[in-house]
């Protein structure tokens, strides 16, 4: 078995593979290393044709604080890495070094795992926050603890929403608009009314209950299973999610490309201002 920094890979029941987030300190947030991590694992998974249900869980109060902005090594890793997608440009002047990464890391990794020919359950606790909804939603079944919280906050930074843009389909038009405008967290409730998750439990019920239904789930024919998966998928695909997805990741390219030539950086600098102030002027405040 690989020797992973990141993750823990484990097998906590007959024909059930759990990949579990484990960078507790940084509150899961998605180094390169811990991304490229989660793939390989998915992959191990994938093609181990003795595992029909793979759950994605966290260690820690939080199961992802997003994309790591401190990532020291990460360019050079995605350099050097042995790369999933055909893309290229990387480490190209202008806005195709930037494009190609999040084309490979970002949108890349989480449709090649929405695409899985097995079924997928996120169990969730604590923030998710942007880049986190990336590894929530390409998972087939959503099983939240009651403290979940969920944000896209990228439209603060000057961006136009998470690379992964799957919001319209997982809460709906009218909550995709408020939750990109405002920065607003869903509440797990919220999100299980909305139909983004699929069921709420207790935080110390989260692990019992996720690996009860994969084990109920993987006693069906992987076979089929797998088709109808595939099923929902095609559905879901022909009301527009492809066509969607490219447009506002073109969109999402346009808006780091906006603020590198006005703020010199991919993000608009002033969203830091603004959320530090905020946390002077309440000191009780987790960030
Ligand atoms: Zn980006």
């Excluded at 944000?151 to 799957?166: H, K, L, P, R």
């Amino acid at each position: 078995m690989t020797d992973f920094e990141t993750i823990i890979y484990e097998r906590p029941a007959d024909k059930v593979a759990r990949i579990v987030l484990n960078r507790v300190d940084a509150r899961n947030a998605q180094s390169m290393r811990m991304l490229y991590e989660v793939n390989e694992a998915f992959d191990i998974a994938a093609q181990d044709d003795s595992i029909s249900v793979i759950i994605l869980s966290a260690n820690g109060p939080h199961f992802s604080a997003g994309h790591d902005l401190r990532d020291a090594e990460g360019a050079q890793l995605v350099a050097e890495h042995q790369r999933v997608g055909t893309w290229c440009g990387f480490g190209c002047d202008g806005a195709q070094s930037q494009m190609a990464i999040e084309k490979e890391m970002y949108i890349g990794l989480s449709e090649r795992w929405r695409n899985i020919p097995k079924p997928t359950i996120a169990a969730v606790q604590g923030k998710v926050i942007a880049g986190g909804l990336m590894l929530v939603w390409p998972c087939d079944l959503v099983v939240a603890a009651q403290d979940a919280l969920f944000q896209d906050n990228t439209v603060s930074m000057g961006v136009a929403g998470a690379e992964f843009f799957n919001h319209p389909f997982e809460v709906g038009v009218r909550k995709a608009k408020e939750m990109l405008f405002t920065s607003d967290f869903l509440s797990a409730r919220e999100a299980r009314e909305l139909g983004m998750v699929n069921h709420v439990v207790p935080l110390d019920e989260l692990e019992s209950f996720t690996l009860s239904m994969a084990a109920r789930i993987a006693e069906k024919p992987l076979f089929a299973l797998r088709l109808a998966k595939e099923s929902v998928n095609v559905a879901q695909d022909n009301q527009g999610r492809v066509n969607a997805m490219q447009t506002s990741f073109a969109y999402h390219q346009l808006c780091h490309s906006h603020n590198q030539q006005v703020h010199g950086m991919l993000i608009d600098p002033s969203f830091m201002d603004r959320t530090f102030a905020k946390k002077s002027a309440d000191p009780q405040r987790k960030g």
